[in-house]
């Protein structure tokens, strides 16, 4: 099975700093990788999704993410924060198998920004 | 406007009641899924289905039941016998292969 890595269940950043947040991956076959966004009392946006067709991969609100095969890695960013983004950010990776299409879901990491 | 439809919105029940969860999609999605999500734990799939009148255990699906008669709908009940039912649970559909899923609003469920 597959399996996302989180780093960093908190973070804190200032209004107009750089957002980062940190996913990882295992996977023995090259991933399909999710990135997803979800307001208080919410269901799950999707921000982006990579899909093999290139690395660096834009969504919406400003956010990009980079596929490194080399570090299983699948960060996300934003060059700069806005108040709107506070909220909890879920990296996920997708997996086919005999049964249907499952997703696996990090943990989870909850964006605080500072005015 | 297409969309995942989950009712209601906040759920109260009493211990050792069964209660069914609605989910309603018109995205025309083959699959289903339903997810629990508490505090920390990120979400963990209950149950998953591919087609109508099938559909596959999850990570956590003890205490719970679904059914898949149509294609738009995919309800789950919360059993007596699911030992910690109040949390968050999440309804997602998806049109396939590394598609990604699309979610509802969510039901929040509390057992007292």
């Known amino acids: 099975a597959q399996s996302v890595t989180q780093l960093g269940s908190h973070v804190s950043v200032s209004e107009g700093a750089l957002v980062l947040l940190r996913c990882n991956y295992s996977?023995?076959?090259?991933?399909?990788l999710f990135w997803y966004v979800q307001y208080p009392n919410q269901g799950l946006q999707l921000l982006l999704k990579y899909t093999s067709a290139a690395t660096l991969v834009k969504g919406i609100n400003g956010f990009e993410a980079e596929f490194k095969k080399s570090e299983t890695s699948f960060h996300l960013t934003k060059p700069s924060a806005h108040m709107s983004d506070a909220a909890e950010y879920f990296c996920a990776v997708s997996d086919q198998s005999n049964t249907g299409n499952q997703f696996y879901f990090g943990t989870g990491t909850s964006l605080t920004v500072i005015p | 406007d297409g969309g995942i439809t989950q009712s209601p919105k906040y759920l109260f029940r009493k211990e050792g009641q069964n209660v069914t969860l609605s989910c309603e999609q018109n995205l025309n999605h083959d699959a289903m899924y339903w997810y629990r999500q508490d505090p920390g734990q990120g979400l963990r799939l209950i149950y998953y289905s591919q087609i109508v009148n099938d559909f596959q255990k999850g990570d956590i699906a003890e205490g719970y039941s679904v059914s898949r008669e149509k294609k738009e709908s995919f309800p789950l009940t919360v059993t007596s016998a699911q030992k910690n039912p109040t949390a968050f649970y999440l309804c997602?559909?998806?049109?396939?292969?590394?598609?990604?899923?699309?979610f509802g609003n969510g039901t929040r469920l509390t057992v007292t």
């Open positions: 997602a559909s998806s049109l396939g292969f590394n598609s990604p899923l699309h």
């Open positions: 996977s023995s076959v090259p991933p399909y």
